[in-house]
């Protein structure tokens, strides 16, 4: 079997062991805060990058993590064994640019084999300037994430004693405590337009749509494919940095309010629990995603805490637990390090809908006399399944039915 890697044919054997002169690859090294050194060939861009270890298992959809900006601070590494297949394209940007520190994979395709694709995957880094580590068991490397949890950990091409690295990798912050949100809003208002495109739309167009809506959308961090989602149901879609205050987001009388997911620990983004606060007696719609979710959380007086290693992959199971709810279960993509702690909101404003099936954590809010709801996991799900579509069709339905009750009560 022949097999083309970084512009190299590599004869390999029938168990896929690939024969190579290491020495013609550049080295690299993954260090973590343990002290757990992993030697692997560097591709992408040379340097060192420190950040918290993770992993994604998800089998598709690198392009998309890469430029989340919920990763931004982190390393993330790939489950798949191998990335780079179908390149790089512009439309599967999530954001401007990768957000990730670095990347850590198996194996990786320099000539990718699609369509779609107009750059490689190590060009794409370069020309980025992220660094990343290929040629290591990531197998290994996931399950002690699993059994001790994240950690911070550093790649590099140019420190190639992990004492020294290690040094550094020890020195980095925890990202318990970092607001990285505001690093990855937004710095301008702007409104967006771009709908999902016609050849990747997945649902029946809805007789309830957004027309005459307007959606004033707090970026902490938001993915474009969540933009599109609300611009596809017809609203009007107005995005606003993460420290705008409450008083300029009701200057533009919207309709509803959304919270966008994002980067780092939620109980340090103060400024926007304190707005969300205060948003809560504007009477309006709002809905939360992922950091969003966590921070309507906590302006309804709940805790957060630091997951283990987070729920970070496009199977995690959500089941819907609110009363006289049909308790479906659906499958998402979840992406997060935080979660909201249970039982720890005021009852008599907030009440639990939704948890994850795989360890009981909570998935889903809504509070109990305002149109208000929010969720864990990422409905627009991209890449991933599309169970929870349904989630814009509600907010849409709430602005909708408030903005006309608002109407009739002007009459």
């Not at 954001?95 to 850590?104: E, F, L, M, N, T």
């Not at 790649?155 to 690093?183: C, F, H, R, Y």
Request: proline share 5%; charged share 20%.
């Amino acid at each position: 079997m022949i097999a083309i890697v970084q512009n190299k044919y590599l004869i390999m054997d029938s168990n896929e062991r690939v024969f190579e002169d290491m020495a013609t690859k550049q080295a690299a090294i993954l260090v973590l805060a343990d002290g757990t050194c992993y030697r692997g060939y560097a591709f992408g861009a040379s340097g060192t990058a420190i950040g918290e270890v993770v992993f994604n298992t998800g089998m598709t959809g690198y392009q998309e993590v890469m430029t989340d900006p919920s990763y931004r601070g982190q390393i993330v590494t790939f489950t798949c064994p191998e990335l780079g297949n179908t390149g790089i394209n512009p439309e599967d940007d999530e954001s401007d640019r990768p957000q990730v520190r670095g990347i850590i994979a198996r194996n990786i395709t320099a000539v990718p084999s699609n369509w779609r694709s107009r750059q490689s995957l190590p060009d794409y880094l370069k020309a980025h300037n992220v660094v990343g580590i290929a040629g290591i068991d990531t197998r290994a490397l996931t399950r002690k994430l699993r059994s001790l949890g994240a950690m911070n950990g550093g790649i590099s091409t140019e420190i190639l004693d992990p004492e020294v690295l290690l040094a550094q990798v020890k020195a980095a912050p925890s990202m318990q405590g970092q607001n990285l949100a505001q690093e990855a809003s937004t710095t301008k208002i702007y409104e967006w337009a771009e709908k999902t495109l016609p050849e990747w739309e997945f649902i029946e167009p809805s007789q309830l749509t957004g027309e005459g809506l307007t959606v004033v959308a707090i970026d902490f961090g938001v993915k474009r494919n969540i933009l599109r989602r609300l611009a596809s149901y017809g609203c009007r879609v107005i995005v606003v940095p993460a420290d705008t205050t409450p008083e300029k987001i009701l200057s533009y009388n919207p309709d509803g309010i959304f919270l966008s997911n994002g980067p780092g620990d939620p109980a340090a983004v103060m400024q926007g629990i304190e707005t969300a606060k205060a948003l809560l007696s504007a009477d309006k719609p709002m809905f939360g995603i992922c950091l969003g979710h966590q921070i309507l959380g906590l302006s309804m007086g709940g805790d957060t805490f630091k997951l283990k290693f987070g729920h970070r992959g496009l199977n995690q199971p959500a089941q819907n637990q609110a009363e006289n709810a049909d308790r479906r279960v659906e499958i998402t993509s979840q992406n997060h390090g935080f979660a909201l702690t249970d039982n720890s909101f005021d009852e008599s404003a907030a009440m639990l809908t939704h948890i994850n099936l795989n360890d009981h954590t909570v998935a889903g809010l809504e509070h109990k006399t305002l149109p208000i709801f929010s969720v864990q996991y990422h409905p627009e799900a991209s890449p991933g399944p599309h169970d929870a579509d349904y989630l814009f069709e509600r907010f849409v339905k709430s602005m909708r039915e408030h903005k006309n009750s608002a109407q009739q009560v002007a009459a």
